[in-house]
């Protein structure tokens, strides 16, 4: 996908970390993302999609120039999907351990960690959802990544996702697959950018 045109987008977090995953996925599409670490606003909603498209078009408001904002949750089956939108409130409050104590005794570490990527530019809005589904771990293990990265492992791996680097985490990270998905779009369809 070489030759590409760059085709800059703002994305709206103060997150270092989801900056340099998402920004190493949009590159080789000619997709350059600039982080913007303006005020994100969010509603209570039980959908990322909700939450992350409101976010945008408030950003779009403030800044007036195309944008993405990311929200994304850890939906543990055992626990009916908590704490998913909730996730950076219940990292905040009860931690790695916190959770892993609700889930101390359960057979069922299934989980699935989601992406919803809202893109505001003016005259276009679109949400890109990115999956993975996998395990808990019965302890933290690693130090890369941030939030419940230690204690997510993907199908596929016996790492969790604080034990990969940042290459071989987008390989399987729902926020990788949902900037993946942003950025062919707007790759294949600039007019969605240029719209002023």
């Not at 949009?26 to 982080?35: C, D, E, K, N, Y």
């Not at 351990?97 to 889930?103: M, Y």
């Not at 990115?130 to 302890?139: A, D, K, L, N, Q």
Request: aromatic residues 10%; proline residues 5%.
């Amino acid at each position: 996908m070489r030759g590409l045109p760059s085709i800059k987008i703002a994305f709206i977090t103060r997150n270092k970390g989801k900056f340099r995953e998402a920004y190493m996925v949009a590159r080789p599409f000619g997709v350059i993302l600039v982080q913007e670490p303006a005020e994100k606003v969010e509603i209570q909603s039980t959908r990322l999609e909700e939450i992350s498209l409101w976010a945008a078009r408030e950003a779009y408001k403030a800044l007036g120039k195309p944008l993405v904002v990311e929200d994304s949750g850890l939906f543990v089956e055992a626990l009916n999907g908590f704490p998913g939108p909730y996730s950076s409130y219940a990292y905040e409050t009860i931690g790695l351990r916190g959770l892993l104590k609700l889930l101390e005794g359960e057979e069922n570490r299934r989980a699935c960690f989601r992406a919803a990527v809202a893109l505001a530019t003016g005259c276009h809005e679109e949400v890109f959802v990115g999956e993975v589904c996998g395990f808990i771990s019965r302890e933290p293990r690693g130090s890369s990544g941030f939030g419940f990265d230690p204690i997510f492992v993907p199908e596929g791996s016996d790492s969790t996702f604080a034990e990969m680097g940042v290459e071989e985490k987008n390989r399987y990270s729902h926020r990788a697959r949902a900037f993946a998905l942003m950025a062919k779009r707007v790759s294949s369809l600039p007019s969605i950018i240029e719209c002023r």
